[in-house]
Every structure is written in C-alpha cells, then in structure tokens.
C-alpha cells in the first residue's frame, strides 16, 4: 500500500492507515528516546527520527519532488493541472530538512519544554518524559498525513481528466 499509487479514495484511505501505523512506530520510538541519558543528543535524536518519519510519509503517498516529476510532464499538457503538480512537489521539500522539524518542534514548544525538564525528575519524570515525546511525534506525524492527504485529493482532482498511462520509470 504504502508504495502504489493513490488512484482513488478507497488507496487514500488504505495509505492512511498504513502511514498512522508509521507514525505510531515512530512515535514509540521517540518516547523510548526518553530513556537517553544524554542532554542534549535527545532533541538531536528525535529530529532525526521525525525526518526520516517525515520522508517516508511523503513518499508513501507519491510526493516526493522526484516522484511528482514523473507526472509533472503529463499535467504540463493541461495548465491548471500543472500548477497543482508543481504545488504539490514544492510544499514538502521543508518537511525533509532539520531547519522544518526544529520550528515544528518549536511550535510545539511547552510540550518540548516538559519533556525536557522532567527527565530531572526521579522515575516519575521519565514516564513523563517518554510520553510527551511520543505526543509530540504523533501529533507532528498526524499533521503531515492531513496535509498529504489534502495534496493527493488536489492532485487526484487536477488530474481527474483522462490522461494516457504514464511511462513506469526502470530501475
């Protein structure tokens, strides 16, 4: 599911699930980040957790600038349908850079902020800690797969016109 293309809402809803399910792995991943003694190399940690969560994410749904190139020369045919192609492909570029995820995280700030600071706290404080980090992950996942939903919906309607059947790139 997670590398065929969205052709309809039934797919949509099937890459969904399968994104969530992403998105809760890590998000796990980020709560067992709480048990990292180190300061400091947690945020690096979970930056980079959120980044490759991110990439995935996009990818499953076919929104990687390279993946959105491959239709980007069909829709050029139709003037409002390209526009919605090229929209799609620069709208999630930030998602995959580091300088994205820490303003996110930023956003998110007293949640951040929480997990931090209770880590100092004796037992409780790591319970504490791991699940504020796995909030944090989800509800930045949960984001990203409305937001890619919401793009594939623009594009399956761009492209609703028939088109001939695109050229498969080889591997």
Not at 13 to 36: D, F, H, P, S
Not at 42 to 56: E, F, H, I, K, Q
Not at 93 to 121: C, D, H, N, Q
Request: positive net charge.
């Amino acid at each position: 599911i997670m590398a065929a293309h969205a052709y309809g809402m039934e797919t949509l809803a099937k890459k969904r699930q399968a994104a969530e399910k992403v998105v809760g792995v890590y998000a796990g991943l980020a709560a067992a980040n709480a048990l990292n003694p180190i300061p400091g190399l947690d945020v690096s940690v979970d930056v980079g957790l959120l980044m490759v969560m991110a990439r995935t994410i996009i990818s499953a749904y076919g929104l990687r600038k390279d993946q959105v190139d491959l239709i980007r020369g069909e829709a050029s045919k139709r003037t409002w349908a390209y526009k919605a192609v090229h929209e799609a492909a620069d709208r999630f570029t930030p998602y995959l850079t580091e300088r994205f995820v820490i303003s996110a995280l930023r956003r998110m700030g007293m949640g951040a902020t929480v997990r931090e600071s209770s880590k100092w706290v004796p037992l409780v404080g790591t319970a504490i800690s791991a699940g504020v980090g796995y909030q944090l992950a989800s509800h930045f996942g949960t984001k990203l797969i409305e937001d890619c939903e919401t793009a594939s919906r623009e594009l399956m309607h761009a492209l609703e016109e028939p088109m001939s059947v695109l050229p498969l790139k080889k591997a």
